[in-house]
């Protein structure tokens, strides 16, 4: 079992820069996880943002995307990062990050990673203003 914690939310600017982190608060696989990053509006479905393999070396991104935003991850501190860049007032909603059972398990597409996310944080809200 793994328990994720999602922090750098908060209130930002249009144009202004975030940088989310996800941590496991317990478990001890998180490092071999593939972790992926989602996003919910008030009223809206919960959207795929990008996802990283456990080693780092693939990363999955959602076509909207556009370079705007970028997944990275640190093992040895146990952290995975979503950075957002050039924010946009739709960008406002809660994100959360997902791992799977953590077992250095590689994927062929984004599609794969996404069905095999099976461990949840509580999110941190985005909220941008225009």
């Known amino acids: 079992q793994v328990q994720l914690v999602e922090s750098g939310g908060g209130l930002v600017e249009a144009g202004g820069s975030l940088r989310l982190s996800c941590a496991a608060k317990?478990?001890?696989?998180?490092?071999?996880?593939?972790v992926a990053w989602f996003r919910q509006a008030p009223g809206k479905e919960r959207e795929f943002i990008a996802a990283?393999?456990?080693?780092?070396?693939?990363?999955y991104y959602a076509d909207w995307v556009k370079l705007r935003f970028i997944v990275s991850r640190d093992n040895a501190r146990k952290v995975v990062y979503l950075q957002l860049d050039n924010l946009k007032s739709e960008d406002t909603a809660t994100y959360y990050c997902?791992?799977?059972?953590?077992?250095?398990?590689?994927?062929?597409?984004?599609?794969?990673?996404?069905?095999?996310?099976?461990?949840w944080g509580e999110g941190t809200l985005v909220t941008v203003s225009s």
């Open positions: 997902a791992a799977d059972e953590g077992r250095q398990r590689g994927y062929a597409d984004d599609f794969e990673v996404r069905q095999a996310m099976r461990y």
């Open positions: 317990s478990g001890r696989t998180f490092h071999t996880a593939a």
């Open positions: 990283i393999e456990w080693s780092g070396d693939k990363s």
